[in-house]
């Protein structure tokens, strides 16, 4: 049974940094997809950052580019979401999700969306 606990949420003042960790157990698939997700109140799930089991197809939404890096370490089964420069609307709900689809298309990889597990998320609140 495929298992992902994210940790690392909090409460934290614009401008501040966070680390948002994901650990899975139970998934043993070497071609995969990773992702950050998040919600606020009121708004729809987006997804905020993606990675392969290559680590090649990394991909942001535009609002976190240049402040937000997600990254994983194999050995542990963990994958991760570096944090800076934190904004108020940053605000939400965090979840990990595993199981993507990872797709070879031309010349590259990339991750399509349709995860299959996700964990039960971490709250992270940007405000002064």
């Known amino acids: 049974q495929v298992q992902l606990v994210e940790s690392g949420g909090g409460s934290v003042q614009p401008g501040g940094s966070l680390r948002l960790s994901c650990e899975a157990s139970?998934?043993?698939?070497?071609?995969?997809?990773m992702g950050w997700y998040r919600q606020a109140p009121g708004k729809e799930r987006e997804e905020v950052a993606t990675?392969?089991?290559?680590?090649?197809?990394?991909k942001y939404i535009d609002s976190v580019k240049g402040r937000f890096t997600i990254s994983q370490d194999t050995d542990k089964n963990t994958l991760y979401l570096q944090m800076n420069n934190l904004k108020p609307e940053d605000t939400a709900m965090y979840y990990c999700?595993?199981?993507?689809?990872?797709?070879?298309?031309?010349?590259?990889?990339?991750?399509?969306?349709?995860?299959?597990?996700w964990g039960q998320g971490t709250q992270v609140t940007v405000s002064s």
């Open positions: 990675i392969d089991s290559g680590g090649s197809a990394v």
């Open positions: 139970g998934y043993t698939s070497s071609d995969y997809c």
């Open positions: 999700a595993a199981g993507g689809l990872r797709q070879w298309i031309i010349s590259a990889y990339y991750c399509l969306g349709g995860y299959k597990y």
